[in-house]
């Protein structure tokens, strides 16, 4: 994955803005321009950014709007084995359109591949603050340099309170009943074991991987019962999420590529894991003013209303996802070295044994 770009049409930006120019103006009816283009550097493995501006005249005054465009990775060792880009797309239209769950005002989803080379879907840019994870932003950037202790509690709290609001949603009549998957198991718990099982298969590529083998074997013999089923955000972190620029709340949630039906409790899990991969997982400390994954916890729970019995059990589900994510990049990367040795997987055995022993 040395130097790989995602889709062969990157390489020329020029001809990229000038299909996506004629792709406004078929949509809109009117000429549109596209200016401002830019192609940030660490978009990931799992998608692709595009930031540009769109110009166009309606009765004779000419508007215009900053817009954001996620395609499609094409890459021979992606991170996920399918991308579903239209469930993404779906799911914010959804929320923007029929919730109050701050989510991006979408301008179009296109799955012909014939524009771009791959599919992609544009929304309008959502003005606001992201809390960066590269570097880690505890380590630096603007939440440790340009926020009070009573800010970052805001905004942590904001996050939390927005994702129980979206947890409290009954997803069925919002239409994503069809998102249950019964031909990988019976409930939506064992269809999620049943797809990380396939998923350590396939992103090791043969290797297999021991800790995360233990770790979804503990999983599959300590499974909860009579759990709430939900619509879950699958990837719930600081970092995606935009926050207004006094941080008091949250402007739009971002990046739904996760998004499964489950126990709402993962997204709760998933939200302190990763901010602890980022501090305790590094061997850093954690960001001052950030409340404690207790207070966190309950924060939700008196926001839902729903029991957090299992929160352990989904925070070793977090570690194995993790450790297993991270893995398989590594594997991509060739860093052999790290396959089965990174902080995730090191984590991921502490969790392991810690879990366990409770359980």
Known sequence: MKDERPTPLLENPQLTQQK??????????????????????????????????????????????????RLQPEIERPVFPAYDLSLQYRVMKTLNENTDI??????????????????????????????TDMPPYNMDGWMMHETSLQQRENLWFAGIDTMARFHKLDHESLGFADMNQPELGDTPLQQQLSYWENYLEWGMEGRGHPLAQSALQWLRDNQPSNEITKLCWGDSRLANLIFTEDCSAVAAVLDWEMAVLGN????????????????????????????????????WHSVTGYPVDDYDYYRLFAAMRYGLILSRIMVAQDQESEIHSNFACQLLQRTLQEVAAIG
Request: with cysteine; proline share 7%.
């Open 20 to 69: 996506l120019a004629a792709w406004f103006s078929q949509r809109k009816g009117t000429q549109v321009k596209v200016s401002e283009f830019h192609i940030p550097e660490a978009t990931g493995m799992s998608n692709v950014t595009l930031l540009f501006d769109i110009h166009w005249q309606e009765g004779g005054i000419t508007l215009t709007e900053p817009c954001v465009g």
């Open 264 to 299: 709402p409790m993962q997204d709760l899990a998933w939200y302190c894991y990763i901010d602890s991969s980022f501090a305790d997982g590094l061997g850093l400390e954690r960001l001052e003013g950030l409340p404690s994954y207790a207070a966190t916890v309950e924060r």
């Open 102 to 131: 701050p989510a991006p005002d979408m301008r179009g989803l296109e799955m012909d591949t014939s524009i771009l080379g791959v599919p992609f879907y544009i929304m309008k840019k959502t003005e606001g603050r992201i809390p």
